[in-house]
């Protein structure tokens, strides 16, 4: 069993920055794809980021180039640091976990069905 706990959301203004954590307990196996994904209010939930196992990562087109996904091992955290943040990036943002991630980053976040572990969430509002 795997539990995720995020924190670091809140509310800033727009161009401001955010660093999302999600802490991971339980064990998690060698070739595993963990990710952020958001959901805006009646919207569906959207892929944000991705991390492989082995490294590499994968963004959605919206938040290429502000957002960035980074893992500590020692630590058994997954990061989000969120830079140039516009209004429409407002949502609930989770971190989930694949645990036996045989395809790469992109048909995650494409399809977060496949995730088998979810955080509770962690809420980022940002204001014009």
């Known amino acids: 069993q795997v539990q995720l706990v995020e924190s670091g959301g809140g509310s800033v203004q727009s161009g401001g920055s955010l660093r999302l954590s999600c802490a991971v307990f339980?064990?998690?196996?060698?070739?595993?794809?963990m990710a952020w994904f958001r959901q805006a209010p009646e919207k569906g939930r959207e892929g944000v980021a991705s991390?492989?196992?082995?490294?590499?990562?994968t963004y959605a087109d919206s938040v290429k180039g502000r957002f960035t996904i980074s893992q500590d091992n020692a630590k058994n955290t997954l990061y989000l640091q969120m830079n140039s943040l516009k209004p429409e990036d407002t949502a609930m943002y989770y971190c989930?976990?694949?645990?036996?991630?045989?395809?790469?980053?992109?048909?995650?976040?494409?399809?977060?069905?496949?995730?088998?572990?979810w955080g509770a969430g962690t809420s980022v509002t940002i204001s014009s």
């Open positions: 339980g064990y998690t196996y060698s070739n595993y794809c």
């Open positions: 989930a976990v694949n645990n036996n991630a045989g395809l790469r980053g992109l048909y995650y976040l494409k399809n977060p069905d496949q995730m088998d572990y």
């Open positions: 991390i492989h196992s082995d490294g590499s990562t």
